[in-house]
T-cell receptor
Framework: DGGITQSPKYLFRKEGQNVTLSCEQN?????MYWYRQDPGQGLRLIYY???????QKGDIAEGYSVSREKKESFPLTVTSAQKNPTAFYLC?????????????FGSGTQLSVL | DAKTTQPNSMESNEEEPVHLPCNHS???????IHWYRQLPSQGPEYVIH???SNVNNRMASLAIAEDRKSSTLILHRATLRDAAVYYCIVQRSGGSNYKLTFGKGTLLTVNP
């Protein structure tokens, strides 16, 4: 089945540690996105990528980094510079063949600080 | 970005229609209006989208104002499974259409 896979489902981070969240899609989509969601809040855009080897900062990129070496993969690293990393992280992808293409979301990763 | 404004929460009774409003006063002529919903502890899922005309699908209907500055998502008969957060977003066409931002959405509670 085509879709977006995020792993792990739950992740724990120690103080000063970098952690990487995985996002893989087999939908052949060019555009990929990372969002952060805090309890009771909406989605905030961290980074997005329109094409391989290119990505743009979203609204809350500080303390995060990404790479886009392959079309299928868009991993997100939460660095030690992110002082409040506890949140639900969502990855999404979208085709860009037409301007009205819809977003497909993964099932999310819950990150907590030990 | 074209910002959207939605009520924080709404409540409905089961089997009754629900009208979820969204304001997008800065929308441009070729921007699409998309609706997504998010069930607890899940990623959002697509509901419906439109440009100018009203749209219907198996999940919902979308009514778009004539000036396109607002839209309404209509659930014709709410069920308990429709309890979710509903997001309205504007997707730009053209070169800047990749940055897709969400607001806080509307939390819909459905009473049995």
């Amino acid at each position: 089945d085509g879709g977006i896979t995020q792993s792990p489902k739950y992740l724990f981070r120690k103080e000063g540690q970098n952690v990487t969240l995985s996002c893989e899609q087999n939908l052949n989509h060019d555009a990929m996105y990372w969002y952060r969601q805090d309890p009771g809040q909406g989605l905030r855009l961290i980074y997005y990528s329109q094409i391989v080897n290119d990505f743009q900062k979203g609204d809350i990129a500080e303390g995060y980094s990404v790479s886009r070496e392959k079309k299928e993969s868009f991993p997100l690293t939460v660095t030690s510079a992110q002082k409040n990393p506890t949140a639900f992280y969502l990855c999404a992808s979208r085709s860009d063949r037409l301007p009205n293409e819809k977003l497909f979301f993964g099932s999310g990763t819950q990150l907590s600080v030990l | 970005d074209a910002k959207t404004t939605q009520p924080n929460s709404m409540e409905s009774n089961e089997e009754e229609p629900v009208h979820l409003p969204c304001n997008h006063s800065t929308i441009s002529g070729t921007d699409y209006i998309h609706w997504y919903r998010q069930l607890p502890s899940q990623g959002p899922e697509y509901v419906i989208h439109g440009l100018t005309s009203n749209v219907n699908n198996r999940m919902a209907s979308l009514a778009i104002a004539e000036d396109r500055k607002s839209s309404t998502l209509i659930l014709h008969r709410a069920t308990l499974r429709d309890a979710a957060v509903y997001y309205c977003i504007v997707q730009r066409s053209g070169g800047s259409n990749y940055k897709l931002t969400f607001g806080k959405g509307t939390l819909l509670t459905v009473n049995p």
